[in-house]
């Protein structure tokens, strides 16, 4: 077996996580999402500034089907695709609206057949990232640098029945949010000021790719220009 540990942080003690239960809306839509992350946990158990619990699980991922989107097998637009599809967008102008569409029908991936998704986690300060993205006014580097600069954290995913089927509830404890509330909000502030950072950075941006571009050259996932940038 390989059984590593998934923890869940949230405001109550959750023994038997429920497939059915959730929000369709999130990042990777319906699902049970954790970290392995003890920090990050208690972080995100105190993020509405309450009190709250860390879950601890043991999860037996042998012959499980997981898509990991950080394995350098894909890039930061298959995970903008991903939270195009699930996350609700604020879509002020038509190229949003046309770079969505592109972007979903170009770089999304099918989850169906998948237990397990591994990858960025779009908290407030990360899904502004995606919104400007869309919106035309942060450059595909600038995306990709903050994602990694900020520190949002990543999260584990499971999604499917039988990936619920192999959480074994270990035990919870107690997070106070007088010592984890600051903490999650220092972590947004600063993954912030790398956007405002990389937002100034990208005017002098002369070969960069706006999502206009990828819509007007109808690039493709494996376009060497947005290659080149990805992983420079």
Request: charged share 30%; proline share 3%.
């Amino acid at each position: 077996m390989s059984v590593i540990q998934l923890l869940h942080g949230t405001d109550h003690i959750i023994e038997v996580p429920d497939i059915h239960i959730g929000n369709p809306h999130n990042d990777y839509g319906m699902g049970f999402y954790c970290t392995r992350v003890d920090e990050m946990a208690r972080e995100w158990a105190c993020k509405k500034n309450t009190d709250g619990f860390v879950n601890s699980y043991d999860f037996d991922t042998e012959g499980l089907k997981v898509l990991n989107l950080l394995a350098g097998t894909h890039t930061v637009l298959n995970w903008m695709a991903l939270l195009l599809q699930f996350r609700t967008f604020k879509l002020d102008s038509e190229v949003a609206v046309d770079a969505r569409d592109y972007i979903i029908d170009h770089y999304s991936i099918d989850l169906t057949g998948y237990d397990v998704v591994i990858g960025y986690r779009a908290d407030d300060s990360y899904f502004q990232y995606a919104e400007s993205f869309v919106s035309n006014t942060l450059p595909l580097r600038s995306l990709n640098k903050a994602l990694k600069l900020g520190k949002l954290g990543e999260q584990t995913v499971v999604i499917s029945q039988k990936g619920f089927d192999r959480l074994h509830f270990v035990n919870a404890y107690p997070v106070s949010k007088s010592v984890y509330y600051p903490k999650f909000l220092d972590r947004d502030t600063k993954a912030r000021d790398t956007y405002r950072k990389e937002i100034k950075k990208s005017k002098s941006y002369r070969d960069d790719i706006f999502v206009l571009d990828i819509l007007r050259e109808e690039m493709s996932n494996d376009d060497p220009r947005i290659q080149r940038i990805l992983f420079e």
